[in-house]
């Protein structure tokens, strides 16, 4: 499984303006043509993913010739399953579509239907779990000399 880009660019934007916004020791709104050219996404794509960030209430807009976008919430109320989940971003490792959850076309499970589930339900888990200024200061759960790298 892999994260689509509208999730991976949904934290990487937010984490951009937390960066900002901490550089300048105040909150101050961050303009998204800023933030593409930092982190090399397009504007056009940010101008979509940052519509629905602030529909759902992460992120606020400012407008005027000082304006940008300002995260709605301390960043330890911000949390990744939220982020993702407002990007239309599902979490998904099973093929089920049909009724009750079976995913073979004679209705029962498939012979790694629970394998994918747990791990389902652990990244969900995870993601419920960190926030964004978990992120910014890469205090991660498991990271402890699994993978530390700057």
Known sequence: MQLSTKGRYAVMALLDLLAMQKEKGKPYPVKLSEIAERQEISLSYLEQLFA?????KIVTSVRGPGGGYLLKHAPEQTWLSTVIAAVDEPVKFRRCTGEGGNCMSNGSKCNTHHLWGALEDHLNHFLQTVNLEMVA?????GLSGIRNEN
């Open 52 to 56: 629905q960030l602030r529909r759902e």
């Open 137 to 141: 200061t890469k205090n991660l759960p």
